[in-house]
Each structure stands twice: as C-alpha cells, then as structure tokens.
C-alpha cells in the first residue's frame, strides 16, 4: 500500500475545529456535519479540516494526544517496555504530519511535537526489525499485534510477507510431497 | 503509488520454477558437472575435448540445469549429476557457523534457487541441503532487513553486492517500503511527476532526433 | 443552499430497503472493506457488484443534485470533495482486481468454468469479459511473437501451468472485527505442535491467509 493511502484513510479521523463561518447542517454520504457557528468547537473529518483551515474558515484545536507533556510520558513508556505500548493514536504518524505541516500556528509547541513523535516512530520501528526478526528465526506462525500502527505495518509488509513466503517454498523443500498436495487443492 | 506497466512474474524459488520467471529463465542456465552413465551416440560435437562421433560412458562435463533436469530419470541412470561444491558438507559447515560471511553473489549468485532445483536429483544428502538452505537464509535474514532499511546509516553497497538474487529482490522490496514512507515524510508523494514510460518516449525521440 | 442537496441520502436508501437496510455511511463503510480486503488478500476475492453499483448510484444522484446548485456555494465544496474521495476509493478497488486477474488470469477464468449452478460469481460480468480478452490477448501475443516459430509439437502453453498461482499460504495482517474462538493455527516446522488461538475483537494478527480466508469473506475479519 503506499503510505499516501494510508495518510488518505487517517483524513478519515476526526479533529475539532472552530469555525469563523456560520453554515447549517450538511448531509454528506458519509454521515452528517455541522452546523457550524463562529466560534463554536465542532467535530468534522481531517480532509474537511484541511481545507477549511487552507481557507482561513477556521482554527484547529490539536487532538488530545497531541501535547508535549503527553508525548514525553509515551516515549519513556515506549522505550522503557520491551512491547509495543499503545500508540498515541491509530494514525499518530500521519495526524502529525498532516496537522503540524497545514496548521502549525494552531498547535503550541510544534516543533517539539515533531521531535517527540519522531523519537516515538523510531523506537516503535526498531522493536518492530527486532520483532520481524525473531518472527522469522523462530519460524512462528501466528503472532498478535495489537498496537501497530497501519502506518508502522506498511513500511516493513512487503518486505517481511515476501520473507515469509520465501522462506514457506524453502520449507516444503524439505517436505515436496506434502508441499504438491497443499497446492493441489486450490 | 504502484506504476508498473505490468507485474514482472517472480521466482519460483522452491523445487517449483515459474515458467514465466525471467529469473527463473536465467537460473535454469546455470551449469552443472555431471557425468554421463551410458553413451551418447551421435552427440559427439557436444564434447569439445574429444573427436569422436559419440559421447562415451563415464565422460565428465557440464550440463546446463534444464538439459540435466530432462535427460534425468531416478529408475534408468542416464547421467549422474554431481553436487556443485557450494551444497557439498564442506561449505554447509560454513554456512552452519556464519551464513553472514558467505558471499552468496560469487558462490550463486542463484545459491536457493540451484539449491532446491538440486533436490530434484536423488542424493542421499538432500536432507541436508535442504535444511542449510532454509537455516541460511533464516541467518541472514536481519542482516538483509537492517540494511535494507538502513539501520547502520552505512554505505550497503558492499552487503548488497554479496546477496543471492534472491535476496536482493527481498532488499529492494525493503528498500522500496522505506523510500515510499520517507518521500511521504518529505511531503513529496503529493507531487505528481510524469510516468517512467512518458519519459523513456521523451529520451527516444531526441535520440531520433539526433543525426 | 438548495434543499436538492439536504435529503440526499434518505430517498436513495428507500429505494434499496428490500433486502437489507443501510445507510450510506454504512455503504461507504462496506466499499472501504472491500478495498483493503482486495488490496492486502492473495487471491481475488468475490465481487461485490452490489456495493458498486450502490455508491455508483449514490455518486451519480448527488452529482446530479450538484448540477442544480449555483457557483460559490459553500456546501456544494464540500460535498465534491466527499465525492472525490469515494471516487477514488471506488476506482482504487476495482483497479486493484483487474490487477489481480491480470496476474492469475487464468486460474480465475478456471474457477469460474468450474463454479456449480447458483455459486456466486468470483467475477462482475465486465471482469469476466477482462479476463477472458486478457487471456486471448496474451494467447496471440505469445503464438505471434515466439510460439509459431516452433516446432509443431511444442507449440502449446499451458497457461494454468505457465502462470502461477495465487499463494494462499502467505501471511496476512488482519485486525479481527467480531471475536472468534479455537483457530487452529498449524505448526509451520516438525518440532512445533499445532496450537489453537482465541481471535478477540479489536485485536490485530499476522497469521496465515488460508487460516482465516473463510472470516475475510464472512466479514469477521478485515485485513490490513
């Protein structure tokens, strides 16, 4: 998947804005938006966001997770725990991205924000090449990943599902018959 | 996002080979040193190093893969192929204590792909072939991932040079996944750029151009 | 703002309530799915013609209503960008199929002579007509530029040999939407044993696709 697409599903999230337009209701396809009044917090869709933001229609108040106080305790967490520890958020990568390169004069403290969720990334990819690693060392076939991120996931899937498939044909190697009749019953 | 023309078909790899593979292609080119078990009439002009009409019993030569793979037959002995040394115990024991030092280009470079082709022809030490190819690449495994994400922040050109074609195909995959999310970071996958086919056209044309 | 754009959704859903009941947040939702599903599955998975055409004629009603909006309306931005991006969705899916059958013509075009009476189609009947072209295409193809050059009796190719087929023994990563008890995972090495794993809601898992094909058509599952 190109991360593109993963940044197009995280515009999906939902961030506040304050608007400085009055508009009613609106029915898009995907659900209800609005109304919107001047200075009046209210929930629409990152895309949405965006571009209303592009147009000076309004300010974004950054989501919760999106504070310097916050972020430090996740990464002393995520570099204390040999697992992964929860991620800030299901898109934290791209939200950040997203929000401090369209909106950084909403969101205090941009820069160090950008240093913390890089650091967080980091260590999260690392335990992620240590996991894959042992993945694959231990010839595992099941493992559970509660707190990966889509983002996290994309940036090593090709290369560790094409490992793994490698490694599955030099596998049967050592037992052809039962390899020729797995593939017979496609 | 994903421009291909059209999807490569990859290797096989396993005992199965994909036909369409061009890696495939190459590696069933691969020369083997057999020996022939009874006499070849008439294929004399094969054998460079004799001017009889025939191939004698018990001649020694190489054989390309696909040629030994056809004339092969486990009931009649029409040829015996010999292990080419890389799969031999000596080199397994190597490949046993560090898979990382090896360099799998010069000694392949199609070193799991002639691997498991050789298991198509009866060996008592198949078994072990098999296993040192899967514990090899199993080795070397981090070793690809890490360098393919550059984790060392060092030049990989040396480690890519001694990878198997295999796992170079594996390398660019990693690669790919990495260079995708950091021109992402960069903010420069939203910038459309004309497609490779466009500009190959461009390049021709001003060769045509040119007297 | 024109009243043609507040009930949009509704009427349309009145139209489709036969068989089953669902919002259009709720279709939007279902396509989404799909795609990944299709994006991240080994194999083509079946066609889901009915969502299609659902957001197609949701797509077409609104542009429609979009038509009858003045220039400079605040609202109709908005509702193009919506748009836009189920567009891109919409045609990201199917794209992502005709990749697939591209790859595995000639297995899909297989499975689909074999599939009993009444078996839904793997294929909408465009992606059937696809295939089937792909297949002649590449036939003439190959016989024009090296078959016919050979001798007569190694003038065949056998495509369902020639052409790989999909691995159904990759891994997946999958994110498990209702729980699901006792899948049985199988050892992937002689010393292992097979063991069995408990799919909880929410969570996320790398296993083996062919464990869980059976959850990603079901629904239970959705691949990431």
Not at chain 3, 147 to 166: C, F, I, S, T
Request: proline share 6%; charged share 30%.
């Amino acid at each position: 998947m190109d991360p593109s697409e993963v940044e197009f599903l995280a515009e999906k999230e939902f961030v506040k804005i304050i608007p400085n337009f009055s508009l009613d209701k609106i029915y898009l396809i995907g659900g209800d938006l609005g109304p919107f009044n001047p200075g009046l917090p209210v929930d629409v869709p990152v895309w949405l966001a965006l571009n209303l933001k592009q147009r000076q229609k309004c300010r974004i108040l950054p989501p919760e997770w999106m504070d310097v106080e916050k972020l430090e305790a996740m990464r002393e967490l995520e570099r204390r725990e040999e697992a992964f520890a929860p991620a800030p958020s299901p898109y934290y990568m791209e939200l950040t991205k997203l929000l401090l390169n369209h909106a950084s004069d909403n969101i205090p403290k941009a820069d160090e924000i950008r240093t913390l969720v890089k650091d967080i990334w980091d260590t999260r990819i690392a335990k992620l090449r240590l996991s894959a690693d042992s993945f694959i060392r231990q010839q595992e076939a099941h493992a559970q990943l509660d707190n990966l991120t889509l983002m996290e996931i994309n940036t090593i899937r090709q290369f560790l599902l094409d490992s793994l498939n490698c490694m599955y044909k030099l596998r049967s190697n050592r037992q052809p018959a039962s390899a020729k009749s797995r593939l017979a019953d496609y | 996002m994903d421009t291909h023309s059209y999807f490569p078909v990859t290797p096989g790899v396993g005992m199965e080979e994909n036909f369409l593979s061009l890696d495939d292609i190459l590696l069933s080119q691969e020369r083997l040193p057999v020996r022939t078990e009874c006499v070849f009439p008439r294929l004399g002009f094969l054998e460079k190093s004799s001017d009889s009409q025939d191939i004698a019993e018990g001649t020694k030569m190489e054989f390309p893969l696909w040629l030994s793979k056809g004339l092969y037959e486990k009931k009649r002995k029409v040829l015996s192929v010999e292990l080419p040394k890389v799969y031999k115990e000596g080199w397994r024991t190597v490949f046993t204590a560090d898979p990382n030092v090896v360099d799998l280009h010069k000694m392949g470079p199609y070193y799991y792909g002639l691997g498991s082709q050789m298991l198509h022809f009866d060996n008592p030490e198949n078994p072990d072939i098999a296993k040192t190819l899967l514990q090899t690449f199993i080795g070397r495994f981090r070793r690809t991932m890490d360098s393919s994400q550059n984790a060392y922040n060092e030049d990989t050109s040396v480690l890519v040079g001694r990878l198997d074609c295999l796992e170079k195909v594996l390398f660019r995959s990693g690669q790919n996944g990495l260079n995708g999310f950091q021109s992402w970071e960069k903010g420069q996958a939203s910038q459309l750029t004309a497609s490779g086919l466009v500009l190959n056209y461009r390049k021709r044309k001003l060769v045509d151009v040119q007297p | 703002m024109s009243d043609a754009l507040s009930e949009d959704g509704s009427d349309i859903n009145q139209d489709d309530s036969q068989e089953e009941v669902m919002t259009p947040a709720e279709l939007i939702a279902k396509l989404e799915e799909a795609w990944l599903n299709e994006k991240f599955s080994p194999e083509l998975l079946e066609n889901r013609s009915e969502v299609v055409e659902c957001v197609m004629e949701q797509l077409t009603h609104m542009e429609a209503n979009l038509q009858r909006v003045k220039k400079g309306d605040a609202k109709a931005g908005f509702h193009r960008m919506e748009i836009d991006r189920i567009r891109f969705v919409l045609s990201s899916y199917l794209r992502s199929r005709l990749q697939k059958i591209e790859k595995f013509f000639p297995h899909v075009l297989e499975r689909e002579k074999s599939r009993g009476e009444g078996q839904p189609s793997l294929l909408s009947p465009e992606e059937f007509a696809f295939a089937k072209e792909y297949y002649a295409n590449t036939e003439t193809y190959l016989r024009a530029v090296a078959l016919k050059r050979m001798p007569p009796n190694l003038q065949a190719v056998d495509m369902l040999k020639a052409v790989p087929e999909p691995c159904l023994d990759s891994f997946v990563f999958l994110r498990v939407k209702e729980q699901q008890e006792n899948i049985l995972i199988e050892p992937e090495t002689d010393e292992q044993r097979d063991f069995v794993v408990d799919l909880e809601e929410g969570s996320q898992h790398l296993m083996r696709y062919r464990t869980i094909a059976p959850l990603v058509s079901s629904g239970a599952v959705q691949l990431i």
